[in-house]
C-alpha cells in the first residue's frame, strides 16, 4: 500500500472512533474496536494477521501497566478512605490558596518526579488530584487535570531522568549532563507557559461545561467525599474509622514507592550497581510494597470489614480502566504493523538540511509518529533514529534535536494511546472533556516547547 493511501486510512480510522465514542455515544471499547479491524482490513493485515494484532497489543500493554493500574487504583482508594486525599488537599489550599493549588501540583510533579512514566505516575496522583480539583471548586478538575498532563509528559519527553529524554540521549550520544541542563531549562518554562495557555482558555465562556466535559456517574473516590460510608455486597453500611492516621505516616508508603523508583532510574541512568535497588525500584515491586504498607495501616486505623470493602470497590472500578486501556493498545498494535513507521521514513530520508528546518523535522516525525501510535517513547526515538545519519551535517547541536524529537513525541495524544483512557478514567472526564484537559494541553506543550527550541537554537 502506498503511504498516502496509509495515512488516509489511518484518518479515516481515526475520525470514525472519534464520531463514534463523541457523537453516536457508542462505547468507547466498541469503538476502538471496530477502528482496529477497519485500519487492519484495508492496509493488508488481513483477518487472521488483524486478530493476532489486536490481542497481541491488548495483552502486551495490560502486561506492562496491568498490575500498576491496580496497585494503583487500590492505594488510592485506600487513601481515600482514611481521609488522607483531603487533608492533603486542604493543607496545599491553604498554603498556596485555590487560584494556585493546581499549577502548584503540576509543577511540583514535572520539577520532582520526572523519573516517574506516566501511566505510573497518573496512578499513585490522580485519587489526589480528583480529591484536590472538588475542594478548588469551579473548573478545579480542567485545571488538575492540565496541570498533571503537562507535568508528566514533559518530562517524560524532554527532562533527565524521564524514559524518553534518556532514550533519546543515547540514540544521539548526547552527554546525561546536557540532556539534563537543557532538558530543564526548556522543560520547565514549557509547562509554565502550558499552565497559563490553559488558564487563559478556561476564561472563555463556554469553554468547559463541565455537564458534557466530566461525568458525575465515573469511577470515583466516592469513599474520599463520605469517608463514613461505603459500599458492601448487601448495600451501603456505616463504617467508622478508628483512628485517624496522622497524614506524613499514610503518605510514607507512596513516598517509599517513588523515591524507590526514582533511586532506580537514577542509577541505571548513571550505570551506577547498588545491590538490590533494581529489583525494589522496579515500579511493579515497588508500587505492591505501598499497597502492602498502606493496607497495613488501613486494617490498623479501621474493622477488618470496611477495609475488604473498600478493596472489592476499587478492584471494580479497575476492570473498566484496564478493558479501556487494553483495546487502546490493540489499536496502537494494529496501527504499527501497518507499516507506519516505515513511511514516515520515507518522507524524510531527504540528505542536507538547515537548522530550523531540522527542528522542525524532528518535531513533524514524532508529532506525526505519536498522532499515529500512541507511544511517546517509541516516536521520539524514531524521530531522532530518522535523522541520526546526517546529524554530522546538520549545523545544530544535537541535544536541541533530541529536545525537538521530545517535543514532537508529546503531540496531540489521543483514542490510540491507552494513558488517553487511564486518564478519562481516574480524573472524571468525558471523552470529550479529555480531548481539551489531555489531548490540548499535550499539543499545546509540544508547540510551546518548540518554539523555545527554536528561539535557543538561534541563540546557542
Known sequence: MSDTLLFTNLAVAIAAIVVMIVVLRIEAVIALLVGSLYFGLVTGLGTTGTLDAIATGFGDVLGEVGLLIAFGVLIGRLLATMGVLERLADGLLRIVGPKHAAYTFGATLNIGFSAIVPDVLLVIVAPLGRSLSRTIGRNGTPMVSAALTAAMYVSVGMMVPGVGALALAGVLQIPLATMFLYGYLIGVPTVALTFFAMNRLLAIP???????????????????????????????????????????????????????????????????????????????????????????????????????????????????????????????????????????????????????????????????????????????????????????????????????????????????????????????????????????????????????????????
Open 206 to 460: 463556554g469553554f468547559w461545561n463541565a455537564e458534557k466535559d466530566e461525568e458525575s456517574d465515573a469511577p470515583v473516590d466516592e469513599a474520599a467525599s463520605h469517608p463514613a460510608e461505603s459500599t458492601a455486597a448487601g448495600g451501603t453500611v456505616a463504617v467508622v474509622t478508628a483512628k485517624r492516621v496522622p497524614v506524613l505516616v499514610a503518605v510514607s508508603p507512596v513516598l517509599l514507592a517513588l523515591a524507590l523508583i526514582f533511586a532506580a532510574s537514577l542509577a541505571d541512568a548513571f550505570d551506577a550497581e547498588i545491590a538490590g535497588l533494581a529489583f525494589l525500584g522496579n515500579p511493579l515491586i515497588a508500587l505492591f510494597i505501598a499497597l502492602v504498607l498502606t493496607s497495613i495501616l488501613k486494617s490498623v486505623s479501621s474493622s477488618r470489614d470496611e477495609t475488604a470493602s473498600v478493596t472489592k470497590s476499587a478492584l471494580q472500578q479497575t476492570g473498566q480502566i484496564l478493558v479501556l486501556t487494553g483495546i487502546g493498545g490493540s489499536l496502537a498494535e494494529v496501527i504499527n504493523q501497518s507499516g507506519m513507521k516505515d513511511a514516515l521514513g520515507h518522507m524524510f530520508s531527504s540528505s542536507v538540511v538547515s537548522p530550523l528546518v531540522a527542528l522542525m523535522l524532528a518535531w513533524f516525525v514524532a508529532a506525526v509518529l505519536h498522532l499515529s501510535i500512541g507511544s511517546v517513547l517509541v516516536s521520539g526515538l524514531t524521530a531522532a533514529g530518522i535523522l541520526a545519519p546526517v546529524m554530522g551535517l546538520i549545523d545544530v547541536d544535537p541535544v536541541l534535536i533530541a529536545l525537538a524529537a521530545g517535543a514532537g513525541s508529546i503531540f496531540c495524544a489521543h483514542v490510540s494511546s491507552n494513558v488517553f483512557w487511564m486518564f478519562r478514567s481516574l480524573l472524571g472526564l468525558s471523552v470529550r472533556g479529555t480531548f481539551k484537559a489531555h489531548t490540548l494541553v499535550m499539543s499545546l506543550a509540544s508547540v510551546i516547547a518548540l518554539g523555545l527550541i527554536m528561539a535557543l537554537s538561534l541563540v546557542s
